[in-house]
């Protein structure tokens, strides 16, 4: 089987998003063919850590929005935009690779967020969409009377 990732934080030995992109594409790796689009900014310490510990089923792709373009990544202002056109330039990095790889499966591991798109889906591959979580707000009638 083979298996198209999207995970847009993903690093090893770190929590939250980028750990969970990394212990999930490590994971399916354990089963299946796994390729793995990321930012090029977790190239070196991927690299890093699939040199001392090596991973035969996982593959990883790099891409990032040109320099210019780190500017809305400065606090939290436009790191949802920055994010949505990253998966725009993953979606066309992926489908180069679905012309090349006959994959079964394309995963969308990270963000976590339900209201955060992917494009994968957009491809003619089966897609699977999550672990997915989200902060929406507590129904007042479930919050205790203060």
């Not at 210019?68 to 990095?93: C, D, E, P, S």
């Not at 494009?119 to 007042?140: A, C, H, Q």
Request: net charge positive; proline share 7%.
């Amino acid at each position: 089987m083979k298996v198209l990732i999207s995970a847009y934080a993903c690093e090893p030995h770190k929590g939250s998003e980028p750990g969970v992109g990394w212990n999930w594409a490590k994971q399916i790796a354990k089963f299946a063919e796994a390729w793995v689009i990321t930012r090029a900014n977790n190239r070196e310490v991927i690299e890093e850590e699939l040199k001392k510990n090596p991973e035969t089923n996982l593959h990883f792709v790099y891409i990032d929005l040109p320099k210019w373009m780190t500017f809305w990544k400065k606090g939290r202002r436009g790191v949802h935009l920055y994010y949505l056109l990253w998966q725009f330039a993953a979606y066309r990095k992926a489908k180069n690779l679905s012309e090349k790889i006959d994959f079964d499966l394309t995963h969308h591991i990270t963000f976590v967020n339900d209201w955060t798109p992917t494009f994968l889906s957009l491809l003619e591959i089966p897609l699977i969409w999550g672990p997915i979580g989200s902060n929406s707000p507590i129904p007042k009638q479930y919050l205790p009377n203060t």
